[in-house]
């Protein structure tokens, strides 16, 4: 029987084939092989003290990375829709202050250049998946980029999603699964656990795992991000922060630093081991 159902993906300069996986570096961090890389963070960045205090207390507990949204694609009109400019500095100046490699969302091409500026990983989100001009403008900046899985896209349409990005020039793309639609009401969305071994088959990126996104619930996080790791996940990218419940947005799924501390612990011993 053919398995081989994605043959056409052929086309990406990313297909796998019997080429090896690829790792990027950023500020000596190393993405993807056996770097296995955590990043942490809040969905959305308040103010700059609040950041600086989890960012310091994230590299305190071992991760190289933070996340923090400056611009919220947010359901609701009504809701927050994150700093804006003001929180580029905020960012740069916690990454240059802790020494720490941040992570951050871009949702207008116009804005990619002076992102870029501020940022050192920008991430397209996943209701822009499908914007093909923000990815051809993220094609023209040397950042590495994060791009999440549309939640309603199929595993394909994500792998050439990527490939606009490289095709304008940017090979630096890492495949965030973030969970996608389906009749399931228990969680926000399903992880798509088994994307991660089929994207490792197909393609040559890096692939993460978004557990927060994809369940919308605390109490799923260690379970999720222990799954990602043993399905082969390059890494994971989660919403934590020290006062979950005073969360901008998305409190229901942002966990606090010692349940992090519990989830990686034993994350961070598996991956001493691959180092050796
Ligand atoms: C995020 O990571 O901040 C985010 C909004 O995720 P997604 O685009 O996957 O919903
Ligand atoms: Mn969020």
Known sequence: ?????????????HYRGTKKRQTFSIKNHRIGDTAF?????PCTIRNERDLLTTADKLKQLGL???????????????????LGEKGLEIIKKVAH???????SEVIAPADVKVMSEYVDILQVGT????????????????????LKRGMCSTIK?????????????NPSVILCERGIRTFEAETRNTLDISAIPIVRKYSTLPVIVDPSHSSGRRDLI????WAAMAAGADGILLEAE?????????????????ELKKIIQPMQKMIELWDK
Request: aromatic letters at 8%; hydrophobic letters at 40%.
């Open 222 to 225: 260690k379970p999720l991000c």
């Open 97 to 103: 202050k802790t020494g720490l490699v941040s992570v």
């Open 64 to 82: 190289h990375f933070f996340r923090g949204g400056i611009y919220k694609m947010r359901t609701s009109p009504y809701e927050f829709q994150g």
């Open 157 to 169: 349409e994500w792998l050439f999603a990527a490939e606009h990005i490289i095709q304008a020039g």
């Open 37 to 41: 890389s955590i990043i942490g963070g």
């Open 127 to 146: 209701r822009n998946m499908h914007n093909y001009r923000l990815l051809s403008a993220l094609g023209k900046v040397d950042n590495p980029v994060i």
């Open 242 to 258: 020290l006062a979950p419940d005073n969360a901008i947005c998305d409190a229901q799924q942002t966990i606090d630093l010692s």
């Open 1 to 13: 029987m053919k398995s081989e159902k994605l043959l056409d993906i052929k086309k990406v300069s």
